[in-house]
């Protein structure tokens, strides 16, 4: 602290690092997935003074709209809470997007006339436990950022008046250690929708939609032994680091689901 450095004596300690931090230096046994190409590091972002209804109905018009919802928001004119779109069909603007690196994007909306969030930059081959790395990384998703902003405002009708609002303060990390528990949590598990005796909490998103969903739209249970390591006493662990399984961790990594791991934990 500011003040020197102190120690915290404490019954029972619950790892929410993500890194697993607390659990592998305590000698929980771990599995290091940081070095694994499939996991990206990223950086989301808004967008102020968007005109929404005039993006949609361009995209839409040009067959690049992948996703959208709409919903209230306060306002008469611009009920969009959600665009997703693809841009690739464009030859152009596909050269762009490769170089730039970016893919996407996804966006949702929760206020008239923003895009509250914006998800489509990405950096691959980082090693997020190397502080190297990582100032590399943050380097280039703010200069991805920069550059995406400009092409919407040159490219997207909707877009001419709009400007950054926010960012993320630091990089968003899908994966780095996974920490082996009492139980592992297995796609099937997901999928199938299985409860369990012990379970803490139920959810039912998967991100690899529509290729895995839980079946009939319903949830899966999270065992109570899936946020305890196995070897080390006294600790709790929780967040994107409980699933080894990689299908089964693109839903146990998801906000939500960190959540309610989180709260049961900490209860």
Known sequence: TKSGRIGIRAKVVVDCSGDAD??????????????????????TFGMGNVDLPRAR?????????RRAAYGYKGSKTDDVIRL???LTGDEEFANQLKRMGIWG??????????????????????????????TKAEILLRRQIAEVVEFLQKNIPGFENAYL????PGICIR???????????TNDDVTEGRGFPDEIAR???????????????????????????VRVDNLLVAGRMITSD??????????VCCMDQGHAAGT
């Not at 109905?57 to 709209?65: A, D, N, P, T, W």
């Not at 994007?105 to 997020?128: E, F, H, K, W």
């Not at 609002?165 to 993320?168: E, F, G, K, L, P």
């Open 105 to 134: 994007p996804m966006t949702a909306s929760t206020r008239p006339n923003q895009l509250t969030y914006i998800n489509c930059t990405s950096v691959r081959g980082i090693d997020a436990l190397e502080p190297e790395d990582m």
């Open 84 to 86: 997703g779109f693809d």
């Open 246 to 255: 990689y299908k089964a961790h693109m839903s146990t990594r998801n906000t």
């Open 175 to 185: 994966r780095t250690r996974t920490v082996i528990c009492e139980y592992d949590i």
């Open 57 to 65: 109905k361009y995209l839409e018009e040009r067959g690049f709209l």
């Open 22 to 43: 607390v659990a592998y230096y305590a000698g929980a046994e771990c599995i290091d997935k940081k070095r694994e190409s499939d996991y990206a590091v990223a950086n």
């Open 165 to 168: 609002n926010w960012s993320c």
């Open 203 to 229: 959810y039912g998103f998967h991100d690899l939609a529509p290729t895995y969903m839980v079946k009939n739209g319903g949830s899966y249970g999270i065992p109570y032994r899936a946020l305890l390591p």
